[in-house]
């Protein structure tokens, strides 16, 4: 998978997932790749590194495209393989990949893919166990342990509640775990647990209200995101008004004084001539 052509992988993928065709072709085409095997047990951390199985190691950084095109694979119409390849990843492998800013983006894909099951997602939730709280104190693990929680079921939400609440004090203390300790309330399980249930329920209902409007609202630009990048802007020219012409005032001359004996002067009327004064 060298060569620097990774970008061209993605793309193949993606044409596969959005024409539905050949998709069984290109699965088996990157197990053979990556050398995984007929039943591509290593697939997800193979893609996630974009490494070949034997030059697999824990301290291989998470790669962009990789992690791309397992986002892609998990939108399969039958992505089984790549579901049970990643779950039999160990919790603290799974962990690390959910909290680095480009594998958390796999936590979504899982989470969103319309081929994923409810069970598939409860399974993740079982091999997570004992990391909660870890990924819950990491800035981009507490986004992806946020996706999970919103899609869990009661049942199993109760089993992540009951793992937070023996470490409330560490999250109540942590940036970002003080965030997830209210939105699970946590507090509320630990001493009125009779009430939780009801209090998530409300909680739940009022994010279902305004679900619409949030989906509805503007989106980042795409792949900003992935690139940790905020999106740019789009440049508004202002064109100025141009500035009316400003004419001089007119110079107004003063009107000449006049004089008190002038005035009276002009108010005399004169006497109207008679025909008797030619007499």
Excluded at 43 to 51: D, G, N, S, T, V
Excluded at 201 to 209: A, I, L, Y
């Amino acid at each position: 998978m060298g060569g620097g052509f990774t970008g061209v992988v993605l793309s193949i993928v993606k044409a596969a997932i959005k024409l539905k065709c050949e998709q069984s072709a290109v699965l088996q085409q990157l197990g053979t790749a990556l050398h995984c095997g007929e039943e591509l047990e290593q697939l997800a951390p193979a893609c996630i590194k974009l490494m070949i199985v034997e030059n697999l190691n824990d301290d291989l950084p998470i790669h962009l495209h990789g992690s791309l095109i397992l986002q892609q694979l998990l939108l399969l119409n039958k992505p089984i393989k790549v579901i049970r390849s990643l779950l039999l990843m160990e919790g603290s492998q799974l962990r690390k990949v959910f909290s680095d800013p480009r594998g958390s983006h796999i936590m979504d894909k899982f989470i969103k893919s319309p081929t994923v099951g409810e069970k598939s997602r409860d399974a993740l939730v079982r091999r997570l166990s004992g990391e909660f709280v870890s990924l819950a104190c990491s800035k981009h693990g507490s986004k992806a342990f946020e996706n999970l929680w919103n899609a869990a079921s009661a049942k199993t939400k109760q089993n992540i509640v009951e793992e937070l609440s023996k470490q409330d004090t560490v999250l109540q203390s942590h940036q970002f775990g003080k965030y997830i300790h209210k939105s699970c309330a946590v507090s509320v399980w630990k001493y009125q647990k009779e009430d939780w249930n009801q209090h998530i329920s409300k909680v739940d209902k009022e994010r279902e209200m305004f679900k619409d409007i949030l989906e509805d609202a503007p989106k980042k630009r795409k792949g900003d995101w992935s690139l940790g990048k905020s999106p740019k802007l789009p440049k508004v020219e202002v064109k100025a008004e141009p500035e009316e012409e400003v004419k001089p005032k007119e110079e107004v001359k003063p009107e000449p004084e006049v004089k008190p004996e002038e005035v009276k002067e002009k108010k005399k009327k004169k006497k109207k001539q008679s025909y008797l004064d030619d007499l």
